[in-house]
Nanobody, 122 residues
Framework: HVQLVESGGGSVQAGGSLRLSCIAS????????MGWFRQAPGKAREGVVT????????YYTDDVKGRFILSQDDSKNTVDLQVNSLKSEDTALYYC????????????????WGQGTQVTVS
């Protein structure tokens, strides 16, 4: 079993920045990937960024490229997401996720979820 705890959300004005953090604990030895998803009101949950621990390639959804930056510590159990140049459409509940087992690709790195952290951009 894996536990994920997020922190760092908040309310900012458009153009502002936040830093989201996620710490994984428990049975994390085989976490093939970690990443962030988000869900805006009335919309489906979508993948934002994923790091594949096989070769540490990071995948971003197109509308955050150049604005969001993912970093991971050496233990592979902590991922931080620096979110810059925020837009109103970035407003959502952001979830950290991880997956154990085979790599299934960007957007499918989930099996365990955190509780979510709210990002509101006005």
């Amino acid at each position: 079993h894996v536990q994920l705890v997020e922190s760092g959300g908040g309310s900012v004005q458009a153009g502002g920045s936040l830093r989201l953090s996620c710490i994984a604990s428990g049975n994390t030895d085989n976490n093939v990937c970690m990443g962030w998803f988000r869900q805006a009101p009335g919309k489906a949950r979508e993948g934002v960024v994923t790091i594949y621990n096989g070769d540490f390639t990071t995948y971003y959804t197109d509308d955050v490229k150049g604005r969001f930056i993912l970093s991971q510590d050496d233990s592979k159990n902590t991922v931080d997401l620096q979110v810059n140049s925020l837009k109103s459409e970035d407003t959502a509940l952001y979830y950290c996720a991880t997956y154990l087992g085979l790599w299934l690709g960007f957007g499918r790195c989930f099996g365990y979820w955190g509780q979510g952290t709210q990002v509101t951009v006005s």
